[in-house]
Nanobody, 123 residues
Protein backbone atom coordinates (compact mmCIF):
# COMPACT_ATOMS: atom_id res chain seq x y z
CA UNK A 1 0.00 0.00 0.00
CA UNK A 2 1.38 3.39 -0.99
CA UNK A 3 1.39 5.88 1.81
CA UNK A 4 3.34 8.51 3.66
CA UNK A 5 4.59 7.44 7.09
CA UNK A 6 5.40 10.21 9.55
CA UNK A 7 7.43 9.74 12.73
CA UNK A 8 9.54 11.58 15.27
CA UNK A 9 6.91 13.43 17.24
CA UNK A 10 6.72 13.53 20.99
CA UNK A 11 6.17 15.56 24.14
CA UNK A 12 8.75 18.28 24.69
CA UNK A 13 9.19 21.44 26.72
CA UNK A 14 9.20 24.86 25.12
CA UNK A 15 12.54 25.71 23.57
CA UNK A 16 13.46 22.12 22.85
CA UNK A 17 13.93 20.42 19.48
CA UNK A 18 12.48 17.56 17.48
CA UNK A 19 13.18 16.18 14.01
CA UNK A 20 10.30 14.67 12.10
CA UNK A 21 10.71 12.13 9.32
CA UNK A 22 8.41 11.41 6.40
CA UNK A 23 8.99 8.18 4.53
CA UNK A 24 7.27 7.35 1.28
CA UNK A 25 6.22 3.74 1.49
CA UNK A 26 5.45 1.94 -1.74
CA UNK A 27 6.38 4.73 -4.12
CA UNK A 28 9.24 7.09 -4.94
CA UNK A 29 9.46 10.74 -4.00
CA UNK A 30 11.47 11.44 -7.13
CA UNK A 31 10.25 14.52 -9.01
CA UNK A 32 7.69 15.44 -6.34
CA UNK A 33 7.57 18.48 -4.12
CA UNK A 34 6.70 17.52 -0.57
CA UNK A 35 5.22 19.54 2.24
CA UNK A 36 4.73 19.32 5.97
CA UNK A 37 1.28 20.23 7.23
CA UNK A 38 0.12 20.79 10.77
CA UNK A 39 -3.29 20.45 12.33
CA UNK A 40 -3.46 22.17 15.68
CA UNK A 41 -6.27 21.32 18.12
CA UNK A 42 -9.52 22.84 16.90
CA UNK A 43 -7.96 24.30 13.77
CA UNK A 44 -7.76 23.43 10.11
CA UNK A 45 -4.70 21.76 8.67
CA UNK A 46 -2.15 24.31 7.43
CA UNK A 47 0.95 24.05 5.29
CA UNK A 48 3.99 25.00 7.31
CA UNK A 49 6.90 24.05 5.07
CA UNK A 50 7.54 22.52 1.67
CA UNK A 51 10.45 21.66 -0.57
CA UNK A 52 10.83 21.13 -4.29
CA UNK A 53 12.36 17.98 -5.73
CA UNK A 54 15.72 19.59 -6.51
CA UNK A 55 15.68 21.50 -3.21
CA UNK A 56 16.02 24.79 -5.08
CA UNK A 57 13.02 26.13 -3.21
CA UNK A 58 12.13 25.77 0.45
CA UNK A 59 9.16 27.63 1.85
CA UNK A 60 8.18 28.25 5.46
CA UNK A 61 5.12 29.80 6.96
CA UNK A 62 5.91 32.93 8.95
CA UNK A 63 5.32 31.32 12.33
CA UNK A 64 8.15 28.80 11.86
CA UNK A 65 10.70 30.81 9.87
CA UNK A 66 14.11 30.75 11.47
CA UNK A 67 13.18 27.83 13.71
CA UNK A 68 12.26 24.98 11.35
CA UNK A 69 14.36 23.50 8.55
CA UNK A 70 13.05 21.20 5.85
CA UNK A 71 15.31 18.83 3.95
CA UNK A 72 15.12 15.67 1.92
CA UNK A 73 17.19 12.59 1.16
CA UNK A 74 15.82 11.07 -2.00
CA UNK A 75 18.15 8.11 -1.76
CA UNK A 76 16.33 7.29 1.48
CA UNK A 77 12.95 8.35 0.08
CA UNK A 78 12.60 10.60 3.12
CA UNK A 79 11.79 14.21 3.91
CA UNK A 80 12.74 15.72 7.26
CA UNK A 81 11.55 18.64 9.35
CA UNK A 82 14.00 19.83 11.96
CA UNK A 83 12.18 21.88 14.57
CA UNK A 84 14.12 24.05 16.99
CA UNK A 85 12.94 26.50 19.60
CA UNK A 86 9.57 24.79 19.87
CA UNK A 87 6.70 26.87 21.17
CA UNK A 88 3.39 25.96 22.76
CA UNK A 89 1.63 26.93 19.52
CA UNK A 90 3.60 24.33 17.57
CA UNK A 91 1.48 21.64 19.19
CA UNK A 92 -0.48 19.56 16.72
CA UNK A 93 -0.47 16.56 14.45
CA UNK A 94 2.09 16.84 11.68
CA UNK A 95 1.50 15.28 8.28
CA UNK A 96 3.51 15.17 5.08
CA UNK A 97 2.21 14.98 1.57
CA UNK A 98 2.51 16.08 -2.03
CA UNK A 99 2.58 19.83 -2.19
CA UNK A 100 2.51 22.82 -4.48
CA UNK A 101 5.42 25.08 -3.55
CA UNK A 102 4.35 28.70 -3.90
CA UNK A 103 6.40 31.81 -3.33
CA UNK A 104 5.34 31.92 0.30
CA UNK A 105 2.90 29.09 0.80
CA UNK A 106 2.50 25.35 0.62
CA UNK A 107 -0.69 23.81 -0.74
CA UNK A 108 -1.54 20.14 -0.38
CA UNK A 109 -2.18 18.31 -3.64
CA UNK A 110 -4.15 15.52 -2.05
CA UNK A 111 -6.52 15.00 0.83
CA UNK A 112 -5.24 11.48 1.35
CA UNK A 113 -3.20 11.68 4.51
CA UNK A 114 -1.15 9.29 6.59
CA UNK A 115 -1.60 8.89 10.31
CA UNK A 116 0.62 11.84 11.11
CA UNK A 117 2.84 12.25 14.14
CA UNK A 118 1.79 14.09 17.29
CA UNK A 119 3.92 16.94 18.57
CA UNK A 120 3.03 18.30 21.98
CA UNK A 121 4.88 21.27 23.42
CA UNK A 122 4.12 21.75 27.06
CA UNK A 123 5.82 23.02 30.17
Amino acid sequence: QSQFVESGGGLVQPGKSLTLSCVASGFSLDHYAIGWFRQAPGKEREGISCITYGQESKVYTDSVKGRFTISRDDAQNTVYLEMNGLKLEDTGVYYCGFSVVGESSCTALSEHWGRGTQVTVSS
